[in-house]
């Protein structure tokens, strides 16, 4: 089945830094999403990508659907405390999957004041 | 706007006990619905997903069932429940003409 490798596992940095995290597939996906969970709270969408290339960004987030349509980032600029959290990729690949989410096994960011 | 509710939020249960765990969502028709549970924070596993009323597809062989009595309700079931259902139960909704999935808050579950 299909597999979503997401990297790096966690990440510990310095307010103000930028963040970078990436998923890879072994297999094609038309739609590519970023997910951010808080502790005892449900992932909320960050960012939706629905074409090769496609390059979106939502505040300081900034996510793009690789041209390959094997892969994805998501960078964060100038992180903040609040930042905190798992962040998820999650990719679909289309047709008649009824909107079945491959997931990677998500980012671990902590952001130290 | 849309929006998912989850109850309850939190559970604690003994081992062989029944759950019922409901799921509504609001402002949206016909939506697909899904279940999930995460474990220890990481990584969302699908237990179940309906396109329609009375529609329930399961992904995972288990002691668990799903039923969707009415189009925004999405049930996740138990008979006896094992220690191992313990986990964090997540719903989702999406559209029928997207993939994008939209998470209710979840519901902890503690089987002891």
């Known amino acids: 089945g299909q597999q979503l490798n997401q990297s790096p596992q966690s990440m510990f940095i310095q307010e103000g830094e930028d963040v970078s995290m990436n998923c890879t597939s072994s297999?094609?996906?038309?739609?590519w999403l970023w997910y951010k969970q808080e502790p005892g709270e449900g992932p909320v969408l960050l960012i939706a990508l629905y074409k090769a290339g496609e390059l979106t960004s939502n505040g300081r987030l900034t996510a793009q659907f690789g041209i390959t349509r094997k892969d994805s980032f998501l960078n964060i600029s100038a992180s903040i405390p609040s930042d905190v959290g798992i962040y998820f990729c999650?990719?679909?690949?289309?047709?008649?999957?009824?909107?079945?989410?491959?997931f990677g096994q998500g980012t671990i960011l902590t952001v130290h004041p | 706007s849309q929006t998912i509710h989850q109850w309850p939020a939190t559970l604690v249960q003994p081992v062989g006990s029944p759950l019922s765990l409901e799921c509504t969502v609001e402002?949206?028709?016909?939506?697909?619905l899904y279940w999930y549970r995460q474990a220890a924070g990481r990584g969302l596993q699908l237990l179940f997903y309906s396109v329609g009323i009375g529609q329930i597809s399961s992904e995972v062989p288990q002691n668990l069932s799903a039923s969707r009595p009415q189009d925004r309700q999405f049930i996740l079931s138990s008979k006896k429940l094992l220690l191992s259902d313990s986990g964090f139960y997540l719903c989702?909704?999406?559209?029928?003409?997207?993939?994008?999935?939209?998470f209710g808050p979840g519901t902890r579950l503690t089987v002891l």
């Open positions: 989702a909704w999406s559209l029928v003409i997207t993939d994008t999935q939209y």
């Open positions: 999650a990719g679909h690949p289309g047709g008649t999957s009824y909107g079945k989410l491959t």
């Open positions: 402002g949206t028709s016909n939506p697909n």
């Open positions: 297999s094609i996906f038309n739609t």
